[in-house]
């Protein structure tokens, strides 16, 4: 099972809107509603932030927000703020009912 | 609150085997799955398997079939990944996370495990 694609790395400034990427196959992402994306800050285990590819934990941000077309997911964080900077994962169920996260994307707040 | 705590770092032979734990509180044990993930220094999130804390069911990634085994203990509601034949890229800090619906909701704090001669 390989990994899913994400970008490496995108930035943003303050106020502004990013969107993060993450393609996958017809046996992960495209084959199932089970996408979910995560943030880590350095150091740190680790949080859920978006599940079932559009809804938002108790207590994330309105600010985080997901959607899916196709074999690609995205998430895509409004109103950046410098808390936002962190790594960014997605994660898709498979067809051989295991999981698989993406690369990781870097945001950088400018 | 939902709290997953696991076992402290270790510090390997190559060649040895690693075991982690990790112990859920603050919901049923058996009524979630555990998944366990690993990051090496700088490198993003592998997934490596799940356990169901009901049954025991297991599923593990392909490229560490038989090297690594997941179990439980309901008596004590402890979840263990064992990975064994270590080599210097098994260096990485683990994870246990509740994995409901094929989500982690909940992670562990991270278990460093360190393989070098």
């Known amino acids: 099972q390989s990994a899913l694609t994400q970008p490496a790395s995108v930035s943003g400034s303050p106020g502004q809107s990013i969107t993060i990427s993450c393609t996958g196959t017809?046996?992960?992402?495209?084959?199932?509603?089970?996408v979910s994306w995560y943030q880590q800050h350095p150091g740190t285990a680790p949080k859920l932030m978006i599940y079932d590819v559009t809804n938002r934990p108790s207590g994330v941000s309105y600010r985080f927000s997901g959607s899916k077309s196709g074999n690609a997911a995205s998430l895509t964080i409004s109103g950046l703020q410098a808390e936002d900077e962190a790594d960014y994962y997605c994660s898709s169920y498979t067809s051989a009912s295991t999981r698989v996260f993406g690369g990781g994307t870097k945001l950088t707040v400018l | 609150q939902v709290q997953l705590v696991q076992s402290g770092g270790e510090v390997k032979r190559p060649g040895a085997s690693v075991k982690v734990s990790c112990k859920p509180s603050g919901y049923t044990f058996t009524s979630s799955g555990i998944s366990w993930v690993r990051q090496a220094p700088g490198q993003g999130l592998e997934w490596m398997g799940w356990i169901s804390a009901n049954s025991g069911n297991t599923k593990y990634t392909q490229h560490l079939q038989g090297r690594v085994t997941m179990t439980r203990d309901t008596s004590t509601s402890t979840a263990y990944m064992e990975l064994r034949s270590l080599r210097s890229d098994d260096t990485a800090v683990y994870f246990c996370?509740?994995?409901?619906?094929?989500?982690?909701?909940?992670w562990g704090q991270g278990t460093l495990v360190t393989v070098s001669s």
């Open positions: 996370a509740r994995d409901v619906n094929y989500r982690f909701d909940t």
């Open positions: 017809s046996s992960d992402i495209g084959g199932y509603d089970y």
